[in-house]
């Protein structure tokens, strides 16, 4: 019997090899409404980009599972640091792990009730998204933050839910990283 070889993943840069890589670039123009300085955003030349998300084409449906790599570069929106857009998973019961590989940031998590919590991510870290749970990334670093992760392909995004944003902020005051509760809006 023949030997496949499977595709591969740079564990160091969550870079993939293999024969069909999707990416997709997300830029700052992208990001109407996301940074709460809006000053600052427009001031950003809307090309910017700020994370790409890689994936291997793999099979959709019930029961099977996407895998990809989100590269989030470094930088702030004003005091903001730079994030994904984040999203509730459509099917709201799905969950996903993440996985740090390189560089450092914080993963915001918010439940539907509203509470949000932060867990730092450093390479090697592992965390395990649980159902009914939003989830946005957040480069506090200087270099890119990489973070691979698998969920289920039926999953979806909800970007819709989260139109008033998350109830935590991560800023730097004070040359600090700190996390600012949000007052609704
Ligand atoms: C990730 C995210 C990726 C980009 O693959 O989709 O980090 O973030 P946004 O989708 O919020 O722009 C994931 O969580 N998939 O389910
Ligand atoms: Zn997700």
């Known amino acids: 019997f023949p030997f496949f ?3 591969g993943v740079a564990f160091t840069n969550g870079h993939f090899t293999a024969e069909n890589i999707i990416t997709k670039v997300t830029h700052s123009g992208d990001l109407a409404g ?3 300085d809006q000053t600052a955003w427009r001031a950003i030349p809307s ?3 700020i994370y790409q998300v890689e994936m291997l084409s793999s099979a959709q449906g019930e029961g ?15 005091d903001e640091f730079y994030m994904t ?3 509730f998973h459509q099917r709201r019961e799905q969950g996903e792990v993440y996985f740090g590989l390189r560089g450092s ?3 915001l998590l918010q439940n539907e009730q509203g509470e949000a919590r932060l867990e730092e991510v450093s390479p090697g870290s592992v965390h395990i998204i649980p159902g009914l749970t939003a989830h946005r990334l957040i480069n506090t670093g200087t270099e890119v933050l990489s973070a691979l992760a698998v969920w289920p392909s039926i999953a979806g995004h909800d970007y819709a839910a989260l139109a008033q944003g998350f109830a935590l902020r991560v800023v730097l005051h004070d040359g600090k990283i700190q996390a600012k509760e949000v007052q609704n809006g």
């Open 5 to 7: 070889m499977p595709p």
């Open 64 to 78: 099977e599972l996407y895998v990809g790599t989100t590269h989030l570069n470094p930088g702030r929106v004003g």
């Open 34 to 36: 996301i940074f709460h």
């Open 85 to 87: 857009r984040g999203h």
């Open 105 to 107: 940031g914080l993963l």
């Open 47 to 49: 090309e910017t980009p």
